[in-house]
């Protein structure tokens, strides 16, 4: 008997950094594929505060930190279009947080246009658990920034680095 493919899912993004809510969603996506390959995007529009090397290194902590039973999730990072790298990994799936109607537009934009650019790979939105509707990496970054405890929002080791990148303003 032929083996069943294997359900492979990309979650991609900035992650400058990965907050509570990024992790939310990966911890449901992981209950749905057979892997989650959480891919940060090398050439992403913004200009991260953390390195390429800093944020996937923080995406591995995280997930490590999370969800250590999720042994089904993997972290990489991608440049060009989304679409070539997920064929290039056999995923079939493109999975997106979606938090608020304010999240609709860029992501039905963007999701149609990947469906053009690969008709076999399906974007599939998740709702993250309430208590991360409101929340964004920007005001992470915003609140560390101005020396507020993150703890809250994002795992510990994504804390401690907003702490070492920030902290020296303080002194
Ligand atoms: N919880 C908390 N925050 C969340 C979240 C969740 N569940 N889901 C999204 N966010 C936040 C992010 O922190 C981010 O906030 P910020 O703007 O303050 O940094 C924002 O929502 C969206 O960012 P993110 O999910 O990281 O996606 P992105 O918009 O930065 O990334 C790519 C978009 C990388 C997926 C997209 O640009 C891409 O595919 N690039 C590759 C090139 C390509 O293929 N382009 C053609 C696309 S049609």
Known sequence: MKEPTKRIAIYPGTFDPITNGHLDIVRRASELFDEVIV???????????FSEPERLELVIR?????????????ADAFQ?????????RGARAIVRGL??????????QMALMNRKLAEGITTVFLMPNERYTYLNSTIVRELARNGKDVGDFVPRAVSEALRDKFEPKFH
């Not at 490590?64 to 089904?72: D, I």
């Not at 060009?80 to 290039?88: M, N």
């Open 62 to 74: 995280a997930i490590a930190e999370a969800c250590p039973e999720c042994t089904n999730i993997r």
């Open 39 to 49: 891919a940060l995007a090398r050439n992403s529009q913004k200009s991260p505060v």
């Open 99 to 108: 938090r608020a109607l304010s999240d609709f537009e860029y992501e039905f």
């Open 80 to 88: 060009g279009l989304l679409v070539d790298y997920a064929q290039t």
